[in-house]
């Protein structure tokens, strides 16, 4: 689930306020990341391959 990745693991829990284009933009990147992070696997077994 992305949300949990991005809340316990990444641990942003609350947000601050900082302006909306920041708090997008962090939030933005913080699921790109958990993105990648839920996708590792799949993505190292394809890097390990032989081509």
Request: aromatic residues 12%; proline residues 0%.
């Given at each position: 689930h992305p949300f949990h990745v991005v809340?316990?693991?990444?641990g942003h829990r609350r947000t601050r306020y900082r302006g909306l284009f920041?708090?997008?933009a962090q939030l933005f990147t913080l699921f790109g990341l958990g993105n990648l992070?839920?996708?590792?696997?799949?993505?190292?077994?394809q890097g390990a391959r032989p081509s």
């Open positions: 809340k316990n693991l990444f920041k708090n997008e992070f839920r996708a590792r696997r799949t993505l190292l077994a």
